[in-house]
T-cell receptor, first 114, second 113 residues
Framework: SAVISQKPSRDICQRGTSLTIQCQVD?????MFWYRQQPGQSLTLIAT?????????ESGFVIDKFPISRPNLTFSTLTVSNMSPEDSSIYLC???????????FGPGTRLTVL | DQQVKQNSPSLSVQEGRISILNCDYT??????FLWYKKYPAEGPTFLIS?????DKNEDGRFTVFLNKSAKHLSLHIVPSQPGDSAVYFC????????????FGKGTHLIIQP
């Protein structure tokens, strides 16, 4: 399975600011995904990020709010822009890997917006 | 509209017995189903998956059963161990597993000594 790291592991931010979250994988992968888990809720897919193409966003998520970069096959960033307290969540990246298209997740970034 | 449902927020099972976690789905396009285990402050850990062309998949103490006509799947853990105490998420996707996942709300499994 792929080994995935995320930076930062946690952060506390002021409303109106932006935070960029990094996701690094130890092997080359074609498909990467970004999810968020709001307090007490399940995981929700934000977008799919494939190298060399624009990210594909799910309903309710827009590029201006959550811009994503995917410069190569081992790295991606998610920016949470113009933050409000409602953006307080755990943000997770995942990659498609394995013989049966399993998705493996990073440890997550816990974001608190004051 | 929740497409993947886990109707039991929590489940308590005695150590050594069988744990059965249930999941229902509504989207007929789902063709790949996965179970994840999550500890606090960690990302979900992949446990086991099943394709819609199968009705059972087994890996050690974990077995997943799929009933397509009922749109229901279950995860069996036997025997249950204290380290199994965690939140378990059911997830599904289409495209043979290559799409983003739709998750249920999770079931908190507590293994009693």
């Amino acid at each position: 399975s792929a080994v995935i790291s995320q930076k930062p592991s946690r952060d506390i931010c002021q409303r109106g600011t932006s935070l960029t979250i990094q996701c690094q994988v130890d092997s080359q992968v074609t498909m990467m995904f970004w999810y968020r888990q709001q307090p007490g809720q399940s995981l929700t897919l934000i977008a799919t990020a494939n190298q060399g193409s624009e990210a594909t966003y799910e309903s309710g998520f827009v590029i201006d709010k959550f811009p994503i970069s995917r410069p190569n096959l081992t790295f991606s960033t998610l920016t949470v822009s113009n933050m409000s307290p409602e953006d307080s969540s755990i943000y997770l990246c995942s990659v498609l890997s394995g013989a049966y298209n399993e998705q493996f997740f990073g440890p997550g970034t816990r974001l608190t917006v004051l | 509209d929740q497409q993947v449902k886990q109707n039991s927020p929590s489940l308590s099972v005695q150590e050594g017995r069988i744990s059965i976690l249930n999941c229902d789905y509504t989207n007929s396009m789902f063709d790949y189903f996965l179970w994840y285990k999550k500890y606090p402050a960690e990302g979900p850990t992949f446990l086991i998956s099943i394709s819609s062309i199968k009705d059972k998949n087994e890996d050690g103490r974990f077995t997943v059963f799929l009933n397509k006509s009922a749109k229901h799947l279950s995860l069996h853990i036997v025997p249950s161990q204290p380290g199994d105490s965690a939140v378990y998420f059911c997830a599904a996707n289409s495209g043979g597993g290559a799409d983003g996942l739709t998750f249920g709300k999770g079931t908190h499994l507590i293994i009693q000594p």
